[in-house]
């Protein structure tokens, strides 16, 4: 999406060397959590996963939601913003 497209410029292809290098797959519900990352204001990143597209409904969306929550729930002063693909 234009977001992960823009994020991946700002963060100097971090995201496109993640996925070259099988860093992080993008499977179903699969997080990587990027610290003291460059480029944006945010000191930490949280890639999740949403798997194959064609099998994305809001169930798994749910799902994978909770995966992320559960992962950072205990983080002070916690802001978060979320890119998706066109669902």
Known sequence: TAG???LDAALGGMLTRLRESADFTAKFAATLPLRAVAGIAASR?????LGNADALSR?????AFTT???????KPD????????DL
């Open 45 to 49: 990143v949280l890639l999740l996963g």
């Open 59 to 63: 169930g798994r969306l749910d799902r």
């Open 4 to 6: 992960l497209t823009a």
């Open 68 to 74: 992320a929550a559960r992962a950072i729930s205990d």
């Open 78 to 85: 916690l802001k978060i913003a979320i890119s998706l693909p």
